[in-house]
């Protein structure tokens, strides 16, 4: 019977409670969209990269090492030499290096020149190396691999021939259009930067940079040694063992012979975090304002409500309603309200992440799940519940105190 | 053998107010009739408040078939209310985003009986001459002739040992008043009710054997604080 008079009164006033719904559809989306994205920034960043120790480039932030060197973003300042890459290589506590090289792109997707060892040493997730989809790594000069996403929405399939231009962004005006490459392996998804990346060798940065008559003349030759750069841009460094990080950090950034700089990559992410830290809490705070706007409207209109409703407590107290059914039919209203709000701000939500997951990454480099239901999730959604039964609780408890003193007569 | 209503030495003022409503003695029988004549603020509510258990008195003792209403808790008076009494009011006798039948059955979910359709509700609405439609009917597209009759029908659900009426054909014209006032005295003898009917209208009193004055039963007096 309740259920049937919560259902029967709230369509009867299926005006207010539209626009009271409407008002908590709206923020409780934005709470948990809010919700969402800082667990999901914070879970796709730190996925990025694992298993580095170091992150050697030249001096600068170390977050702007780190964002330029793993996540793409920016710009690098300054390169350093081939030959500081040769040193750590030879350094008795270094396992593995992988020289970055940055600066091209192909049709707004960052290319890096790199070694084959980068598909052998990196990680990301949890220590998982990256994966071949299709092909293998690259043999000769031209040989590219593509990220999974630059396959996908540029419709590369293996054996493909692209070519690749000088500078970042989508129209360069400088296109190396006399070094084209060819697709040699596809990776799997990472959901990391990597699958927005066009990988090729270090050679290869050098081929598209030099002028096209030197280029056929080494081709002819056979004579690839002369492409061996000067410049890389940083190089992702592994150790045999952890303690050796320190020693290594200090010998790096005094080393005499290159400007160098060594940041770890863990630290590095913190700063992130601090940086981000106060953003996070902003915006938390203004959905739980815009939350608490929304349950004062449910408030008001509950309260509003309870003036022409004092006839229908009236009738239901002499039918032998207890005061305490009246107060639960107040209550369940509000919670009905409520709970129909938050499941449609989750579908909502989760509608917009499927919609918006490939302009999210390609734009920003996010890589948002479209599962939205965490434990943070369902105990912020439990909140909600709580503070709308909170907000209930004055117009039900105006309800009570009616529905005992109902004036029976007019 | 007890009386269906039998009021005592009833004391009760309302919270905050100086004004004490009192009633020494008043006995109804059971299946008696009474007309209660009284104008508006002659105690009419609070009458039918201490009546029907919602109001509780100072002092006092209001039995309603026997059963003393003070001596029972805040959820028995109401369930009490819910299998004994059936009250009309004026108006507002009705939730109105319920149609008929659901408020037949608020009603009897309130006094934990089963609505029984075809020996109770049918036969009551051909008493009361509505037709078998009105039961699915939203209460809004009634007329107010049919929610007066509906509301009859709702505080008759559960056999109610007495009826509390207040005004019930004030919103009516007297060919219709007439009408109604023979259908509610055929219900209530069918039912075996007692009936308490409060009205203003001397000429609904030619329907009664029994006439009262509210004012001979019941005093106000303000007590200066």
């Known amino acids: 019977m309740l259920k049937k008079l919560v259902w029967k ?13 409407l008002s908590l559809l709206v923020s409780i989306s934005l709470l948990v969209s809010v919700e969402h994205l800082r667990s999901q920034i914070k879970e796709s960043f730190n996925r990025t990269i694992s298993g580095t120790d170091l992150i050697v480039g030249a001096p600068t932030g170390e977050l702007n090492l780190l964002l330029y060197s793993v996540f793409r973003m920016g710009s690098p300042t300054n390169n350093i030499q081939y030959d500081s890459l040769l040193m750590l290589q030879k350094h008795r506590s270094v396992a593995w290096t992988i020289p970055l090289s940055l600066g091209d792109s192909h049709k707004g997707f960052r290319v890096l020149g790199t070694t084959n060892d980068y598909f052998d040493h990196f990680k990301y997730g949890n220590k998982q190396n990256i994966a071949f989809a299709k092909g293998n790594k690259f043999s000769t000069l031209f040989d590219v691999v593509l990220g999974a996403e630059v396959a996908e929405s540029l419709g590369y399939r ?59 003349g080494i081709i002819a030759s056979e004579n690839y040694n002369e492409l061996e750069p000067a410049n890389i841009t940083a190089v992702l460094v592994g150790l045999k063992s952890k303690l050796a990080t320190f020693t290594l950090q200090r010998q790096v950034n005094q080393y005499k012979n290159d400007r160098l700089m060594a940041v770890l990559p863990g630290v590095a992410l913190n700063q992130l975090w601090q940086l981000m830290a106060s953003m996070e809490k902003l915006l938390q705070f203004i959905s739980a304002l815009v ?11 509950l309260l509003a409500s309870m003036n022409e409703r004092s006839v229908e407590i009236a009738v239901m107290r002499i039918l032998g309603a207890s005061p305490r059914f009246v107060l639960l039919l107040i209550l369940s209203e509000a919670v009905f309200i409520v709970l129909l709000a938050s499941v449609s701000a989750c579908v909502l939500v989760s509608g917009a992440l499927v ?50 003193h109902s004036q029976l007569s007019t | 053998m007890t009386s269906a209503v039998q009021l005592s030495s009833v004391i009760f003022s309302y919270p905050n107010s100086n004004a004490v409503f009192e009633c020494n003695d008043w006995t109804l029988n059971h299946g008696e009739h009474v007309f209660l004549q009284g104008p508006s603020g002659s105690g009419k509510s609070t009458l039918l408040g201490l009546l029907s258990g919602i109001l509780k008195p100072n002092s006092g003792e209001v039995c309603i078939n026997g059963t003393e209403l003070s001596r029972l808790s805040q959820k028995q008076r109401d369930k009490f209310r819910a299998q004994n009494l059936g009250v009309v009011f004026q108006q507002f006798n009705l939730v109105p985003y319920l149609n008929t039948l659901e408020n037949l059955q608020l009603a009897t979910h309130f006094a934990n009986s089963e609505l ?44 109610p040992k007495v009826l509390l009426v207040d005004e019930p054909t004030s919103a009516l014209d007297s060919q219709a008043a007439n009408g109604f006032m023979g259908l509610l005295l055929d219900l209530c003898k069918v039912n075996q009710s007692s009936l308490i009917f409060v009205s203003h209208d001397d000429s609904l009193g030619s329907y009664f054997e029994r006439h009262e004055t509210l004012s001979n039963i019941a005093t106000w007096s303000s007590v200066d604080g």
Not at chain 1, 13 to 19: Q, S, W
Not at chain 1, 195 to 206: F, G, K, M, Y
Not at chain 2, 118 to 135: N, Q, T, Y
């Open chain 2, 116 to 159: 029984d359709i075809e020996g109770h509700v049918k036969p009551m609405l051909e008493a009361l001459k509505l037709d078998e439609s009105v039961l699915t009917q939203a209460i809004s597209t009634l007329s107010i002739g049919q929610k007066q009759r509906v509301a009859i029908m709702r505080a008759c659900v559960n056999t």
């Open chain 1, 158 to 216: 293996l054996g493909d021939d692209i070519v690749v231009s000088h500078g970042i962004g989508n129209t360069s005006f400088h296109k190396h259009d006399h070094s084209p490459f060819h697709v040699t392996g596809i990776l799997k998804p990472t959901g990391t930067p990597v699958d927005r990346t066009l990988h090729v060798s270090l050679q290869a940065i050098e081929a598209i940079h030099i002028a096209p008559r030197a280029l056929d």
């Open chain 1, 9 to 21: 009164s709230v369509v009867s006033r299926k005006k207010t409670v539209l626009l009271t719904f």
């Open chain 1, 291 to 301: 939350l608490l706007a929304s349950l004062f409207g449910l408030t008001t209109m």
């Open chain 1, 355 to 404: 919609v918006l997951s490939d302009w999210l990454s390609q734009t920003y480099g996010l890589f948002l799940s479209t599962n939205l239901m965490s434990q943070e999730q369902l105990i912020l959604l439990l909140l909600v519940l709580l503070s709308a039964i909170f907000s209930a609780i004055f117009p039900a408890i105006e309800a009570y105190r009616k529905a005992l």
